[in-house]
């Protein structure tokens, strides 16, 4: 928490607004709204409920094939399989990470010829990193397919003049707790497409039909976000762009500090993205480095630092073995090489040098076993 949280969420606790919705659910999505550059939103109680709503409102159904970068937390993917339609995973590009342009054109074509298109695509910002959108609405334009972004991780990033969260014809953010700003669980759906927004408020609170009596012509969900949290995610997005600067600034730290080690690279960030840092990812190549990734994880964790994979591709999960992927040799040495590391927006200069030493010790107590 920044700050003004305790202030705003008392001031919803003593209001008595404490049942899902309120003023503070308008004002958070009028204020992300403004932030960010979108027409209208909808707060969710999660990044996954907003997905679920997303493809629901495209009118995605049983049966129909729906795009999905590969290299992405599974949340991604999941909303997809609730539909009962099928994912189609897309290999990643060396250049942002994130999903291949040129392997979704490819695949699009080959859809097209066999005679079913997806029914949508899911783009993922990865760690906070926008996808190359304008190749990609151009691709997906000329075959007519919406896309949807998965702006989960990067709230606060920019794609050339443009703001995470507005490049879809739906975009989603997540307020999960490990989200660069948090409202403990929460999510949005954004669009500029007012009616669409209005469905999926409507859908998100049971599908009750305008009457005095309870009417649903529709199967509703119970997916709308609480006063009360809201009230939290108000005054967290007040710190957005000091957290995006402070996780700019750690990954710029560990680049001086790790950036000349052979066999290091960091995340790399195209001309067109200013990415929000959400976390310090780099990947280690074994024989340069003369320790694996799994190696520098173990030794992390025995001086008690955390540090995580990369996310492992959903062509490589077992609940989707035997799904359709297009590609898969970037994101699976992504997965086998990356580490992420202590990214939090509160790192002391402390914590950055024991990462450090740390770090600097491994190929050489390897070199010595
Ligand atoms: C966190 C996350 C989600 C899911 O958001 P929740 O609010 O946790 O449901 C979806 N996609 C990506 C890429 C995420 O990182």
Known sequence: MSGPERELLLEAFDSNWIAPLGPFVDRFERETCARIGSRAAAALSSGTAALHLALLALGVEKGDSVICSSFTFAASAYAISYIGAEPVFIDSDTESWNIDPDLLEEELHDCAIRGKLPKAAIIVDLYGQCADFDRILAICASYEIPVIEDAAEALGARYRDRNAGTLGTLSVLSFNG?????????????????????????????????????????????????????????????????????????????????????????????????SNRW???????????????????????????????????????????????????????????????????????????????????????????
Request: hydrophobic content about 35%.
């Open 279 to 369: 976390l310090t990812c780099l990947t280690i190549d074994p024989l340069a480095f003369g320790a694996s990734r799994e190696e520098v994880r173990v030794a992390l964790e025995s001086e008690n630092i955390e540090s995580r994979p990369l996310w492992k591709p959903m062509h490589l999960q077992p609940v989707y073995q035997d799904c359709r992927m297009r590609g898969g040799r970037v994101s699976a040495l992504l997965f086998e090489r990356g580490l992420c590391l202590p990214s939090g927006s509160a790192m002391a200069e402390e914590d950055f040098e024991r990462v450090e030493r740390a770090i600097h010790r491994v190929p050489a107590v390897r070199a010595h076993k």
């Open 178 to 274: 490990n989200k660069i700003i948090t409202t403990s669980g929460g999510g949005m759906l954004l669009s500029d497409d007012e009616t669409a927004i209005a469905r999926v408020k409507k859908m998100s609170t049971q599908a009750r039909d305008d009457a005095p009596h309870y009417q649903h012509s529709a199967v509703g969900y119970n997916y709308r976000m609480s006063n009360l949290l809201a009230a939290v995610g108000v005054g967290q997005l007040q710190s957005i762009d000091d957290r995006v600067e402070r996780r700019r600034a750690n990954f710029a730290r560990y680049e001086r500090m790790l950036g000349d080690m052979p066999g290091i690279r960091f995340m790399p960030e195209p001309s067109w993205s200013r």
